[in-house]
């Protein structure tokens, strides 16, 4: 046998039977009929009965599940969701299992749970490849939009109430997160002056918040101006810039584990002759955000509103009666958010503010 | 009509390296069964024409034949079933035993897809006996001695099955022994009917055994006929500029280097 | 011959422990009668398994084939390079596939692009293309200076360390996707489903035995250009094949589960240390290596905590003593 042959039969073989995988493997599985719900990937999902047993593969989602009042129906969670306090002790107690992490979500853990529904972000780029894999499974997945700004957090919201038959819940809750938003407006676009702001989330290379992130759109709802809006994404500015940009209030973000000496950092970069220069440490407006209180700016989702609301006081503390708030904020960031006026009693407040006197104490 | 007793042949053959012209005007025939002795001082371009003959390179100008065949048309496999060459030396770094090492020489000749057949067997095993490898079989190569080398390189181009042996400068770092059996070897294939092409620096040793001798200077033949013919103390002042005493002894002949010529 | 039989066995035990361990438990029985559950329910939709059938013929054997293959064509791709750049130091990534991959892969993840109906597709697709162009790119390169093995290694740096750099002023000017991106480059073998699988597996399989086609080529190679002519190999345009075969392996293997180092460098080399030279028991060797020392790994990087750990790091640990061992104790007869 001519050995030129066997190799040109190999070869074409092995991309016929590629072509083909693909193909079938590509095909539309579902047809589309009365209960189908499109989501963030553009899939069409089915979901005939409303899911009691659910599984949140990211901290923001499982915050969500519990705005909508769905809490209880969580049975699966990932290492790192720790809002509000019930995941944490239902998980101490068992009745909450972990998934694993937040990119290596493991989808035996998953098929062990037998879940109803399991929610994954489009914005978490391994989880495209947990829908392929939970599909196969034949587990209902149901992606969420990226937030990466307000209106797709509403988005989310009304989608997950579509989803959990929770829609006069979702409707609830866009209404009180938007009419925050509007009263906070209110007090804040009378100010005159716009403070700058900068929000740093890594001190080596530096990094800070620049246009196009959620938590640009966080500042200008808190009636403040990025200082670093003129960079996209998360930039890295030069200490020049620092000093041109010359903010007029600075945050410092703590995520996960790394805990920074709030009083030793900003004693030492106060004898920076550079960070000395800015406004904010002139000014002594510098802010360190810690556990919580950097998560709810982080996370954004349910709680943007919250982080809205705690920058907005720090800015122009004299629009909201508010205690003065201390430079270093973690767990504790909501005894300082001041009751806006004729808030409604929601799901959401009921909720998670039960779960804050556990914090608290 | 080809030949059939003209193994190799030359024509007008040139060849140009970078700017310096390596070849020039070589033309030859050599015939089956001979053995061909070539000689010239280093750069007359004895490598480069070994090299042209099996294909490695090819000349700008001219044309070479095997058994009637151009080589400029012959397809790779083609050529390594006519012409065997023997290298200088192996790879150092080669971990290969000394049976492996021979299989290698029948690949132009394998039926087989995977491993070896018969006939390739029966060939090796002929050329362990011929060149009294036996002991040697699993040896790695580079634990062999150097005369041992010689007789291993000369088994792997045997069982190639070749019409035609190029070798390349045999005994250079053999001792005095070596260096005779290599030639007495190379001698013996030639009257079995391998044609026999062999470059060496040692032109004593050469002219003993060789049919005939092409002498080359700087890219050129300046002779080519039998030892007994050419070799003239005028030969090797033109060529080696070498003051040379040629000595005659019955069927031998030696020559014997007196002093340079400034 | 030895080797062969006892790496199929020692397969076929790591084979039943990996579809036996794992973050949802099993007995070993329950696991066995999973597997059969599975293949009698094969062609009825996916809602009729039971759990234990759902993970053990769903994830597990889909997962284990899928590192069959990426074993298989590491280690493989790895014994055609340094064959072809006769350096023991030498991987598949030497043509700067892997940088390639990366690039593809990062931009995918990068940009969001979904390809319609292809989204599931869009990043192994990215990085297949990238490796593949990259190879491309170092051919060129190489066969333009003058082809010779130490050309395509130059050229495979030149070309991966360019690509390479894209990929860090992406990372650096998107900070907020680095996770993400650092996460494949790590390899991972985490979201593997049935069409990864046989998208790996296949092609693996297929162009491995065409690479053994060519085993007896390999070892005439090794003589050297000059030689390997006289004999009949024109070892240039066969390096051009054997590098294409290679880089074709490497862009399968590294196009659904990331990079995986240390593999396609020290498996050839145990296989050698075993097996010897000839490349038509070095190939099915390393192969069966291969496979072996993947499956092992990704045994402990699925099991050894919560989070699962990058595959590759694992390799490394279990890898490199072993290959010390084998070092030292057979140096002596282990030249190159």
């Known amino acids: 046998m001519n050995r030129k042959g066997i190799v040109a039969i190999l070869v074409v073989a092995a991309m016929l039977v590629t072509a083909v995988v693909v193909v079938v493997s590509t095909q539309p599985s579902h047809t589309s009929s009365k209960g189908t719900i499109i989501d963030a990937y553009d899939r069409q999902v089915n979901i005939t009965s409303t899911p009691k047993k659910i599984i949140s593969v990211a901290p923001d989602i499982t915050e969500l599940v519990y705005a909508l009042g769905a809490g209880q129906d969580l049975v699966g969670v990932t290492d790192y969701c720790d809002y509000p306090h019930d995941v944490v002790s239902r998980v101490e107690n068992g009745t909450l299992k972990s998934i694993g992490g937040f990119y290596t979500p493991s989808a035996e853990r998953i098929v062990n749970m037998t879940p109803d529904l399991v929610f994954v972000s489009?914005?978490?780029?391994?989880?495209?490849?947990?829908?392929?894999?939970?599909?196969?499974?034949?587990?209902?997945?149901?992606?969420?939009?990226?937030?990466?700004?307000?209106?797709?957090?509403?988005?989310?919201?009304?989608?997950?109430?579509?989803?959990?038959?929770?829609?006069?819940?979702?409707?609830?809750?866009?209404?009180?997160?938007?009419?925050?938003?509007?009263?906070?407006?209110?007090?804040?676009?009378?100010?005159?002056?716009?403070?700058?702001?900068?929000?740093?989330?890594?001190?080596?290379?530096?990094?800070?918040?620049?246009?196009?992130?959620?938590?640009?759109?966080?500042?200008?709802?808190?009636?403040?101006?990025?200082?670093?809006?003129?960079?996209?994404?998360?930039?890295?500015?030069?200490?020049?810039?620092?000093?041109?940009?010359?903010?007029?209030?600075?945050?410092?973000?703590?995520?996960?584990?790394?805990?920074?000496?709030?009083?030793?950092?900003?004693?030492?970069?106060?004898?920076?002759?550079?960070?000395?220069?800015?406004?904010?440490?002139?000014?002594?407006?510098?802010?360190?955000?810690?556990?919580?209180?950097?998560?709810?700016?982080?996370?954004?989702?349910?709680?943007?509103?919250?982080?809205?609301?705690?920058?907005?006081?720090?800015?122009?503390?004299?629009?909201?009666?508010?205690?003065?708030i201390p430079h270093s904020i973690g767990d504790e960031y909501r005894d300082y958010l001041t009751p806006l006026n004729a808030l409604n009693t929601s799901a959401l407040t009921v909720e998670v503010a039960g779960s804050v006197r556990e914090v608290r104490g | 009509m080809p030949d059939e007793s003209v193994l190799i042949k030359i024509e007008g053959v040139a060849f140009k390296y970078d700017s310096a012209q390596t070849l020039d005007g070589v033309q030859f025939e050599a015939e089956r069964g001979e053995f061909l002795g070539l000689i010239g001082p280093n750069g007359s371009g004895k490598t480069t024409l070994l090299r042209c003959i099996n294909g490695v390179l090819k000349p700008q100008l001219g044309n070479i034949y095997l058994e009637g065949h151009p080589v400029a048309k012959m397809k790779i496999s083609e050529i390594a079933q006519v012409c065997a060459g023997v290298p200088a030396d192996i790879p150092e770094d080669f971990n290969i035993s000394v049976e492996e090492y021979i299989y290698l020489g029948r690949y132009p000749h394998i039926e087989n897809l995977w491993w070896e057949g018969e006939k390739d067997e029966k060939q090796v095993e002929e050329a362990i006996k011929t060149f009294e490898l036996e002991g040697l079989r699993r040896r790695k190569l580079f634990e062999v001695s150097s005369g041992e080398k010689e007789r291993v390189l000369l088994a792997k181009a045997v069982v190639q099955e070749p019409r035609i042996m190029l070798v390349d400068e045999p005994s250079a770092h053999l001792d005095l022994k070596y260096k005779l059996e290599v030639m007495e070897q190379l001698y013996e294939l030639s009257r079995k009917g391998i044609t026999v092409v062999c470059a060496s620096h040692d032109i004593n040793l050469l002219i003993k055994y060789c049919d005939r001798v092409i002498i080359m200077k700087k890219g050129k033949i300046v002779t080519c006929g039998k030892p007994h013919d050419v070799m003239t103390e005028q030969l090797i002042r033109d060529v080696y500029e070498v003051e040379a005493v040629v000595m005659r002894d019955g069927d031998e002949i030696y020559a014997v280097a007196k002093k340079p010529i400034r | 011959?030895?080797?062969?039989?006892?790496?199929?066995?020692?397969?076929?035990?790591?084979?039943?422990?990996?579809?036996?361990?794992?973050?949802?438990?099993?007995?070993?029985?329950?696991?066995?009668?999973?597997?059969?559950?599975?293949?009698?329910?094969?062609?009825?939709?996916?809602?009729?398994?039971?759990?234990?059938?759902?993970?053990?013929?769903?994830?597990?054997?889909?997962?284990?084939?899928?590192?069959?293959?990426?074993?298989?064509?590491?280690?493989?791709?790895?014994?055609?390079?340094?064959?072809?750049?006769?350096?023991?130091?030498?991987?598949?990534?030497?043509?700067?596939?892997?940088?390639?991959?990366?690039?593809?892969?990062?931009?995918?993840?990068?940009?969001?692009?979904?390809?319609?109906?292809?989204?599931?597709?869009?990043?192994?697709?990215?990085?297949?293309?990238?490796?593949?162009?990259?190879?491309?790119?170092?051919?060129?390169?190489?066969?333009?200076?003058?082809?010779?093995?130490?050309?395509?290694?130059?050229?495979?740096?030149?070309?991966?360390?360019?690509?390479?750099?894209?990929?860090?002023?992406?990372?650096?000017?998107?900070?907020?996707?680095?996770?993400?991106?650092?996460?494949?480059?790590?390899?991972?073998?985490?979201?593997?489903?049935?069409?990864?699988?046989?998208?790996?597996?296949?092609?693996?399989?297929?162009?491995?035995?065409?690479?053994?086609?060519?085993?007896?080529?390999?070892?005439?190679?090794?003589?050297?250009?000059?030689?390997?002519?006289?004999?009949?190999?024109?070892?240039?345009?066969?390096?051009?094949?054997?590098?294409?075969?290679?880089?074709?392996?490497?862009?399968?293997?590294?196009?659904?589960?990331?990079?995986?180092?240390?593999?396609?460098?020290?498996v050839p080399h145990i296989a050698r240390i075993v097996v010897g030279g000839d490349h038509r028991l070095l190939l099915p060797a390393s192969m069966i290596i291969g496979a072996n020392v993947l499956l092992a790994a990704d045994i402990v990087a699925r099991t050894a905590t919560t989070s699962e750990l990058p595959v590759g790091a694992i390799i490394s640990l279990i890898g490199a003593p072993f290959f010390g061992y084998l070092l030292i104790r057979r140096g002596k007869e282990y030249a190159g």
């Open chain 1, 122 to 324: 489009a914005g978490v780029s391994s989880h495209r490849a947990l829908v392929t894999q939970l599909e196969a499974l034949d587990i209902k997945v149901i992606g969420l939009y990226d937030e990466v700004n307000i209106s797709r957090v509403y988005d989310n919201i009304k989608l997950m109430g579509k989803v959990l038959d929770k829609q006069a819940q979702a409707d609830q809750l866009v209404n009180d997160l938007s009419s925050t938003l509007s009263k906070i407006d209110a007090k804040v676009s009378a100010q005159t002056v716009k403070l700058r702001v900068m929000y740093v989330v890594w001190l080596s290379p530096l990094s800070v918040v620049g246009n196009g992130t959620s938590l640009n759109e966080m500042i200008q709802l808190a009636g403040g101006w990025n200082a670093f809006g003129n960079m996209q994404g998360w930039a890295s500015p030069s200490l020049e810039t620092l000093l041109t940009n010359d903010p007029d209030v600075i945050l410092f973000s703590v995520m996960g584990g790394s805990q920074w000496d709030a009083e030793q950092l900003i004693s030492d970069l106060s004898k920076d002759p550079i960070w000395n220069g800015t406004k904010a440490f002139q000014e002594g407006k510098v802010y360190m955000l810690k556990s919580q209180a950097a998560n709810c700016f982080s996370r954004g989702g349910v709680r943007m509103t919250e982080a809205v609301q705690l920058l907005a006081e720090i800015l122009y503390p004299q629009a909201f009666s508010a205690p003065s």
């Open chain 3, 1 to 266: 011959m030895m080797i062969l039989i006892l790496g199929s066995i020692s397969l076929l035990v790591l084979f039943t422990l990996y579809l036996t361990i794992g973050q949802y438990q099993l007995g070993f029985t329950d696991a066995l009668s999973a597997l059969a559950g599975y293949f009698g329910h094969l062609g009825s939709p996916a809602d009729q398994l039971n759990g234990p059938e759902k993970v053990v013929g769903l994830i597990r054997l889909p997962r284990a084939l899928a590192v069959i293959g990426v074993g298989i064509a590491l280690s493989v791709a790895g014994a055609i390079m340094q064959a072809m750049i006769r350096n023991p130091l030498v991987d598949p990534y030497i043509t700067g596939v892997s940088s390639g991959a990366a690039l593809g892969a990062t931009t995918v993840m990068i940009s969001g692009i979904t390809l319609m109906g292809l989204s599931a597709f869009a990043v192994p697709l990215a990085a297949f293309a990238g490796a593949l162009l990259a190879f491309f790119f170092t051919m060129s390169l190489a066969e333009g200076s003058g082809g010779r093995s130490l050309n395509y290694v130059l050229a495979g740096i030149i070309v991966g360390t360019a690509l390479s750099s894209i990929v860090n002023l992406m990372i650096s000017i998107f900070p907020q996707d680095v996770h993400g991106v650092l996460f494949w480059l790590f390899g991972n073998f985490n979201s593997i489903n049935w069409t990864q699988t046989a998208l790996i597996l296949i092609p693996a399989l297929i162009v491995s035995v065409i690479a053994l086609l060519y085993a007896r080529e390999l070892n005439v190679i090794l003589l050297g250009h000059e030689q390997a002519y006289q004999l009949g190999v024109d070892s240039r345009k066969f390096r051009q094949w054997m590098m294409i075969l290679s880089s074709v392996l490497t862009a399968v293997a590294v196009a659904f589960v990331g990079i995986i180092g240390f593999l396609g460098l020290i």
